[in-house]
């Protein structure tokens, strides 16, 4: 069964810049929210993304495809909580978070986060925290597909140590 897509964005309060958050099956454009960010602003002075890609490998070095599942509803609030926690860190003027689920094959484009803010170190930083966090608190899962048989991708220690630095 497939899941719908999901798509969320919060308005902006005094104290919160505007939230965009969608979890969805579908492909989304490499500059995927960098318009949204900036239409009629002029106080943004940087916009800072990272899009992250499907591998053709990992745990094997022949990685065929990805199948990443989530829990509707609670994988968006985990992002709007990440989100909304790097706007508490940082001064920003907005933020984007785009997560694809469903298959996936190496070289597809899978999460992308743009992060505007009036200055360039707010927005390195809110992006590098917005990526390490998700990939330990967001609920996904992911099983890969390999010639050797599939498999379910297991946490990594890396990733753990490099949320915890924040």
Same mark, same amino acid.
């Given at each position: 069964?497939?899941?719908?897509? #999901?798509?969320?964005?919060l308005?902006?309060s ?7 958050? /969608? *979890? ?16 009629? #602003? ?6 800072? /993304?990272?899009?992250?890609? *499907? ?7 022949? *990685? ?16 709007? @909580?990440?989100?909304?926690?790097a706007? /508490? ?8 978070? *785009? ?8 070289? @597809?484009?899978?999460? #992308? ?18 990526? @390490? ?7 996904f899962?992911?099983?890969?597909? /390999? ?13 753990? @140590? ?5």
């Amino acid at each position: 069964m497939q899941t719908p897509s #999901r798509d969320q964005a919060l308005a902006p309060s005094p104290e919160s810049p505007p939230v965009h958050i /969608s *979890v969805q099956h579908e492909a989304f454009a490499l500059d995927e929210g960098y318009e949204a960010l900036i239409e009629h #602003r002029q106080d943004v002075g940087a916009l800072v /993304s990272f899009t992250g890609l *499907v591998r053709d490998f990992n745990e094997t070095p022949d *990685v065929t495809g990805l199948t990443l599942e989530h829990y509707p509803g609670m994988t968006e609030q985990a992002l709007t @909580d990440i989100a909304v926690e790097a706007a /508490s860190r940082w001064a920003l003027q907005g933020l984007v978070i *785009v997560h694809r689920v469903g298959h996936l094959r190496p070289g @597809d484009p899978i999460v #992308r986060v743009v992060v505007a803010s009036a200055h360039r170190r707010d927005a390195f930083s809110a992006c590098d925290f917005i990526m @390490d966090i998700l990939k330990t608190r967001a609920p996904f899962w992911k099983k890969e597909h /390999s010639r050797q048989g599939d498999y379910w991708v297991k946490e990594r220690t890396s990733d753990v @140590d490099d949320a915890a630095r924040w």
